[in-house]
């Protein structure tokens, strides 16, 4: 089993930056993707950033130039900063870590999900 676990949400006005850290521990062995996700109020869970053990990286176009993902293989850890925020990236964000094949999620894990309120 893999346990994820995400910090560094909060609370930021529109144009300021906050960074999100993932760690997934546990059974590791295997993982070779990390991964954000967003949720809004009443929204479906999206993703956000991808980060791959072969160090390539993929954004949705929402955030792109704005957001950057990055890791630490060693230590299954990945950041997400983000600057400029903007009131429409509010909601809760997820980190997923697992195994991908061709971009496709083999096995998955969930973190508890962290919440980013960008005020206007």
């Known amino acids: 089993q893999v346990q994820v676990v995400e910090s560094g949400g909060g609370l930021v006005q529109a144009g300021g930056s906050l960074r999100l850290s993932c760690a997934a521990s546990g059974v590791t062995t295997g993982v070779n993707t990390m991964a954000w996700y967003r949720q809004a109020p009443g929204n479906q869970r999206e993703v956000v950033a991808t980060?791959?053990?072969?160090?390539?990286?993929d954004y949705a176009d929402s955030v792109r130039g704005r957001f950057t993902i990055s890791g630490d293989k060693g230590k299954n850890t990945v950041y997400l900063q983000m600057n400029s925020l903007k009131p429409e990236d509010t909601g809760v964000f997820y980190c997923?870590?697992?195994?991908?094949?061709?971009?496709?999620?083999?096995?998955?894990?969930w973190g508890q999900g962290t919440q980013v309120t960008v005020s206007s």
């Open positions: 997923r870590a697992g195994f991908t094949h061709s971009t496709n999620w083999i096995r998955g894990y």
């Open positions: 980060f791959t053990y072969d160090d390539k990286t």
